[in-house]
């Protein structure tokens, strides 16, 4: 089953305005990360929270983490044209034995010029 | 930088054949990861590896095994290909400190059986 959930499946914003994604899972984590992925190529790793760190920020990237909730969210300021892409968020599981990296279905991004 | 290569790009395959997808990282990474991926379902794991020789079922293994004899590289078999099969397959590596960590994907195989 997927540990991973994203919100919206799909966003579409203008150009310079911020996006924000949704990720919801279902165990407790060691960590969470996001991922990019541009049309049909592989996935580019782009940020990983630890479950005892709330908040954490890359570039233009902020990511926050409530293991209360189980939740997190993906925050894109400044979007360009070049944001466009897909992007996923992923867990590993804590106390599942060995540790395995699974994603949620993912949130489609357009930025419209 | 970290390297992911998977042995193709494209593969086209028939029904009830045996088909190997072949991934070697250059990182000396510990865990390797076999997803299939589909239109609105996102990433599903079908088996991974912590170790050479170590494999453990993700989430959707049927009609798939693995391999690791080397700790680069992670085959993926589909025994006898269905057309359910049909998808784009991505493998990736990590590092295991505390939690999995960054994974480096390869650029994916898009598998067609017909």
């Known amino acids: 089953s997927q540990q991973g959930e994203e919100d919206p499946q799909a966003l579409s914003i203008q150009e310079g305005e911020n996006a924000t994604m949704n990720c919801s899972y279902k165990?407790?984590?060691?960590?969470l990360q996001w991922y990019r992925q541009n049309s049909g190529r592989g996935l580019v790793h782009l940020i990983l929270i630890r479950s005892n760190e709330r908040e954490k920020h890359s570039g233009r990237l902020r990511v926050t983490l409530d293991t209360s909730k189980k939740s997190s969210s993906l925050l894109i300021t400044a979007s360009r044209a070049a944001d466009t892409a897909s992007y996923f968020c992923?867990?590993?599981?804590?106390?599942?034995?060995?540790?395995?990296?699974?994603f949620g279905t993912g949130t489609r991004l357009t930025i419209i010029p | 930088d970290v390297k992911v290569t998977q042995s193709s790009r494209y593969l086209v395959k028939r029904t009830g054949e045996k088909v190997f997808l072949e991934c070697v990282q250059d990182m000396d990474h510990e865990n390797m990861f076999w997803y299939r991926q589909d239109p609105g379902l996102g990433l599903r794991l079908i088996y991974f590896s912590y170790d050479v020789k170590m494999k453990e079922k993700g989430d959707i293994p049927e009609g798939y095994s693995v391999s690791r004899e080397k700790k680069e590289r992670f085959s993926l078999i589909l025994e006898s290909a269905s057309t359910n099969q049909t998808s784009m397959y991505l493998c990736?590596?990590?590092?295991?400190?505390?939690?999995?960590?960054?994974?480096?994907f390869g650029q994916g195989t898009r598998l067609t059986v017909v």
């Open positions: 165990t407790s984590i060691n960590n």
């Open positions: 992923a867990t590993d599981a804590r106390g599942f034995g060995n540790e395995k990296l699974t």
């Open positions: 990736a590596s990590s590092l295991s400190m505390g939690g999995v960590t960054e994974a480096f």
